[in-house]
């Protein structure tokens, strides 16, 4: 008997040798070759994800890149991120590199969790999806088709202000500019405006944000569980809603240009095609939540840095106040009161350089090349950090002060910022992003002035930077 219990401790003990041996071959067989570029490479698996996601985490997702950039190499330096052989390249030079090699030395690329959570409809990775909608969003999302939705941003403001906002003496702004950013999308995307319909969105919208980029273990109650359901069901939802509206086209009860839902509808590529249910319902997900926490962390932002230095916020408050007195009883913000909001939106830009919504973002090397004399394999990761310029000296001398007229005149040097990063993937968001975010300023500007309830609160990063309570303020409306 005790000799089988030895043989059977032997066998173990010599499985997870074996095992282990393993792991850390595959690992370190990754990154052998010549010329590879300088770097740590962290554990099997897990590599540097922890050190990467972790500086997030305390508030500082800069440290990992600068760290790095100044023990190894200023451009770009190996790592092991998300159990996959990585490089990160950093400055403008690297962006450049990047964003003007998109499909022909490197292609997008998403953590496997995101292929699960938006399992195409027609079977396709999640990255062909994107090229098809990549062709199709500018038509949505250009400047022109935007202006006639400024009244219905103004207005959505207005009604989120005063059910949110006014007469309330304090506020969490989180929650309340991920409310606004939600409702305006539920409108404009898809005509849906019921509150109560909106919060059938809600919860589930959450859930799914929350699960994209988590460990993918799908079992009963992981993040990752719950967002693949959410996904499931909020895609059923926007079938349903857009089989009415194919009705409603029909019957003529319904306009070609109310929502991004219309106008998918009546588009065709340019084979004649148009997109199925189950496509469109992917792309309206896709936009969904490619803008909500993102506009969202800007606002509030946006918010925190306003209540920390009051002659940004005087600036902001007297351009706001000018266009507002301009304006008569019940008249809408149009095109031209948002191009006189230029101190407003440069305050913005100088909040998202300082607070990026989206850290970066991943490529695939489609094939083997070499960049600045290092060898960059087929298959490798590439990492682009907009800290890596934003909080650059170099680019932005005093880095951390804030200081919005770096962008008057001809603004930042090309590649340095990139909140929206740049290229044919550059964020097609980028102009709805602009308009929902200087409306938002003009509401609040126009209502309040405001303190922070926690004067030094703590900024997490995760995959989003937000304040760690979500900022709670004071509110101090104007005298009528
Ligand atoms: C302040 C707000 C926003 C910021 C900072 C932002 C930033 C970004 C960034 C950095 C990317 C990735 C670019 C890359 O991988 O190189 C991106 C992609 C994307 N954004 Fe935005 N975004 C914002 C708002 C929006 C909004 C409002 C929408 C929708 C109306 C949107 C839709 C998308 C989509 C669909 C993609 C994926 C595009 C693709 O893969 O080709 N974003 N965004």
Not at 58 to 85: A, C, Y
Not at 97 to 106: G, P, T, Y
Not at 358 to 373: K, P
Not at 422 to 450: D, N, Q, S, T
Request: proline share 8%; aromatic share 12%.
């Amino acid at each position: 008997m005790e000799h089988f219990y030895l043989s059977l401790l032997l066998v173990f003990v010599s499985f997870v040798s074996l095992s282990l041996f393993f792991l850390f071959y595959k690992h370190r067989s990754n990154f052998t070759g010549p010329n590879l570029p300088p770097g740590k490479t962290g554990y099997p698996m897990i590599g540097e994800s922890l050190e990467f996601l972790s500086s997030g985490w305390k508030g500082h997702p800069e440290k990992f890149i600068f760290d790095r950039m100044t023990k190894f190499s200023s451009e770009v330096f190996k790592t092991s991120l998300l159990g996959q052989p990585a490089a990160v390249f950093c400055g403008p030079t690297c962006n450049k590199f990047l964003f003007s090699n998109e499909n022909k030395l490197v292609t997008a690329w998403w953590p496997e969790s995101v292929n699960k959570v938006f399992p195409s409809s027609t079977q396709s990775s999640s990255n062909e999806e994107s090229k098809k909608m990549r062709k199709m969003l500018p038509n949505f999302l250009k400047p022109e088709a935007l202006q006639r939705y400024i009244g219905i941003m103004d207005n959505i403001a207005e009604r989120h202000f005063a059910s949110g906002w006014d007469n309330q003496k304090e506020v969490i702004v989180f929650p309340l500019a991920k409310r606004y950013t939600f409702w305006l999308a539920c409108r404009l995307f898809i005509s849906v405006e019921d509150p109560n319909h909106i919060a059938t969105f809600a919860d589930p919208f959450q859930a799914l944000a929350s699960g994209i980029i988590s460990i993918p273990i799908d079992l009963p109650g992981t993040p990752f569980n719950r967002a693949i359901k959410a996904s499931n069901f909020i895609r059923k939802e926007l079938v349903k809603i857009i089989k009415q509206r194919k009705i409603d086209l029909a019957e003529g009860k319904a306009s070609p240009t109310q929502d991004i839902l219309s106008h998918m509808l009546l588009t065709c590529d340019e084979n004649g095609q148009y997109m199925a249910e189950l496509d469109i319902a992917d792309k309206i997900l896709g936009l969904l939540i490619g803008g909500h926490d993102t506009a969202s962390a800007a606002c509030t932002f946006i918010v925190k840095y306003l209540a920390e230095i009051p002659d940004v916020y005087e600036g902001v408050y007297n351009e706001q106040m000018e266009i507002a007195k301009s304006k008569a009883a019940g008249e809408m913000l149009n095109w031209d009161d948002i191009q006189k909001m230029r101190y407003s939106w440069n305050v913005a830009c100088e909040v998202m350089r300082l607070a990026p919504p989206l850290q970066g973002g991943f490529r695939e090397a489609l094939t083997d090349f070499a960049f600045n004399g290092f060898s960059i394999p087929k298959g490798w990761k590439l990492y682009w950090s907009a800290n890596s310029t934003h909080k650059n000296p170099d680019y932005f001398p005093e880095p951390q002060k804030f200081d919005p007229s770096r962008f008057e005149g001809r603004g930042p040097a090309p590649y340095t910022y990139v909140p929206f990063g740049g290229g044919p993937r550059m964020c097609p968001g980028k102009e709805y992003a602009r308009l929902e975010i200087l409306v938002f300023m003009h509401h609040l500007v126009k209502r309040f002035k405001w303190d922070k309830l926690i004067p030094d609160e703590k900024i997490v990063v995760d995959p989003m930077p937000i304040p760690a309570k979500g900022l709670p303020v004071r509110l101090f409306p104007h005298k009528a």
